[in-house]
């Protein structure tokens, strides 16, 4: 189950990149054709704007994508505290972006605290309320957290939701089905369980009936030896 969980984490990795910039578009040629002057003006503008850039000066990397390409790399060396320290930096530099929020709670999942990793998951539902694909991933993170936590309940009621805003968010090209699925495998598994406590149920009255029978037959037999 942890390595499900990494794999949710990286398979983020791969949609969205480590390379998100607030200024992500390469220089035009006529800039690159610019003299020494002008990149010593242009270098100082960056560092004014408090934009960091790689070292070709193409891509600019804002302080929360530092801290979060920080806590993935902990997460791929599996030194969770670490990557929960890196995305508890990056929530500081952007509180209401929901990403670190997710990441966070990835890496707390994870690490084994659900409860915490629950709380990371509210926060990034609440701040993705225009982020369809990372809405649907947080719902169906939540209810995968409800089912390890074996609330069943909670978990039908989370599949739910997930399922109708898959359904209502075409355009984000989500899996209803994946809801359905998980859906049914719980009710099968709580008609079992009910079905088994019924059986159980049944056994232990009839060992019981039995038993208070031999015990009444000892005791009628242990009268009539004394006549």
């Not at 480590?18 to 020494?36: F, I, R, V």
């Not at 960056?46 to 070709?56: C, E, K, Q, T």
């Not at 694909?133 to 997930?162: G, H, I, N, P």
Request: charged share 35%.
């Amino acid at each position: 189950m942890r390595n499900a969980a990494l794999w949710t984490l990286l398979g983020l990795l791969s949609t969205t990149g480590l390379a998100a910039a607030e200024d992500p578009k390469p220089a035009g040629k006529a800039a690159a054709d610019k003299g020494t002057s002008d990149k010593a003006t242009s270098t100082v503008d960056v560092a004014a704007n408090g934009i960091r850039r790689d070292p070709r000066g193409v891509q600019g990397i804002s302080p929360m994508w530092e801290a979060i390409g920080k806590g993935d790399s902990a997460v791929l060396a599996r030194d969770y505290d670490a990557a929960i320290s890196a995305y508890r930096e990056a929530i500081t530099k952007s509180p209401q972006n929901p990403l670190p929020h997710y990441r966070m709670a990835e890496a707390q999942k994870l690490r084994g605290d659900l409860k915490e990793a629950e709380a990371s998951y509210d926060s990034a539902l609440r701040f993705a309320a225009q982020d369809a694909t990372m809405k649907a991933k947080v719902l169906f993170c939540l209810a995968d957290l409800s089912e390890r936590q074996k609330d069943w309940d909670q978990a039908l009621e989370r599949w739910t939701a997930y399922e109708t805003f898959a359904k209502s968010a075409e355009k984000a090209k989500l899996y209803p089905a994946s809801a359905a699925d998980r859906k049914k495998r719980i009710l099968d598994w709580k008609q079992n369980s009910a079905d088994s406590a019924e059986v159980k149920t049944r056994i232990e009255k009839r060992l019981k009936e039995a038993d208070e029978k031999a015990v009444k037959d000892a005791n009628e037999n242990s009268k009539k030896n004394m006549k």
